[in-house]
């Protein structure tokens, strides 16, 4: 019998064949358009262009929130070109850079439109500005600001379009709320994230409500305390929404397998606050004994009674 030829030396061995499909199935994954030297500054991607497993997550979190982005930015663009993004707890802001790269760069000579990215990291701002003015993004800024020095700072407009905050822990989350209600935003992207303040606030108040309501049995084990908490601190945050006058959407950022903090909550302006949204917020707030975070989840005044409302 014939001995076997040997293999050509162009032909590729398992090992190289492993390897393109690994680098064909990651072009796959990153958006046509998108700035691959933007994502290895963002460590995204490696120097020499992989992704690995974290990253992949990450970026497949960003891309699908930005699916949900695009369109409101859209909707906006056809009305004028001077948008205004505000990212709060922007962190190393990948949502603004991402965002920026894919729908604003292409036009940024012409566009008047602007990303800011609020962090109250000193080291984070820096080095955001230092990577917008490497990649020649002028239409980006990040300031170093709380909440309440971001609502009366002059280095942002007095109305924003659209407030976004990814990820953003605890009430970092309310905060970027009533950052968009004071600026009168347009639309909000939320993905809340690590929500302890209400369960605190359920464990320290159980004993009364535990005595008079039996559906309190909901977070009477501690483990459902933390679980029932984080729940209905979005729905509080809902209805607080709603009665300001903002039509409101809860959806999945992505599949449960890429991260368990994972709701998104889309919020558009629509003009009349919503009545029974205030009176429901009230009645949860009372019934669970957390009346007194009234502040926290507020409402207009005498939005309750008040004939400008809708029913």
Same mark, same amino acid.
Request: with cysteine; aromatic share 6%; hydrophobic share 35%.
């Given at each position: ?18 390897? =393109?499909?690994? /680098? ?129 700072? /002059? ?17 970092? /989350? ?34 009364? =409500? ?56 889309? =919020? ?31 409402? =207009? ?11």
């Amino acid at each position: 019998m014939k001995k076997s030829a040997k293999k050509s030396a162009t032909q590729p061995t398992q090992v190289q064949a492993t390897a =393109a499909a690994s /680098t064909s199935q990651e072009k796959h994954e990153i958006r046509p358009g998108q700035s691959l030297e933007l994502l290895k500054e963002l460590h995204i991607l490696t120097r020499d262009g992989k992704l690995n497993q974290d990253s992949r997550r990450k970026l497949k979190q960003v891309y699908h929130l930005y699916q949900f982005i695009e369109p409101l930015l859209q909707q906006l663009q056809e009305e004028r070109s001077d948008i205004s993004l505000v990212d709060h707890g922007a962190g190393k802001s990948y949502l603004g850079f991402i965002l920026y790269d894919l729908f604003f760069k292409a036009g940024q000579a012409q566009s008047k439109a602007h990303i800011y990215g609020i962090e109250t990291r000193d080291e984070l701002v820096k080095r955001s500005t230092e990577l917008a003015q490497r990649l020649d993004f002028p239409g980006m800024s990040f300031l170093n600001l709380s909440v309440a020095e971001a609502t009366r700072s /002059t280095q942002l407009p007095e109305q924003i379009d659209i407030v976004t905050a990814l990820h953003a822990c605890d009430t970092a /989350t309310d905060d970027a709320i009533e950052f968009a209600l004071k600026k009168k935003a347009r639309f909000m992207v939320l993905v809340p994230c690590c929500q302890a303040e209400v369960a605190a606030e359920l464990r320290k108040h159980k004993g009364d =409500a535990v005595r008079n309501n039996p559906l309190s049995e909901m977070w009477r084990h501690p483990i459902h305390t933390r679980e029932f908490g984080s729940q209905i601190t979005n729905v509080l945050r809902c209805l607080q929404l709603e009665a300001h006058g903002y039509q409101v959407r809860v959806t999945e950022l992505v599949g449960w397998e890429h991260s368990m903090k994972n709701e998104l909550i889309i =919020a558009e302006y629509k003009g009349k606050p919503v009545r029974r949204a205030a009176e429901r917020l009230a009645e949860v707030l009372k019934t669970t004994g957390l009346d007194h975070m009234n502040r926290r989840f507020f409402v =207009a005044d005498g939005t309750a009674n008040s004939e400008n409302v809708t029913a």
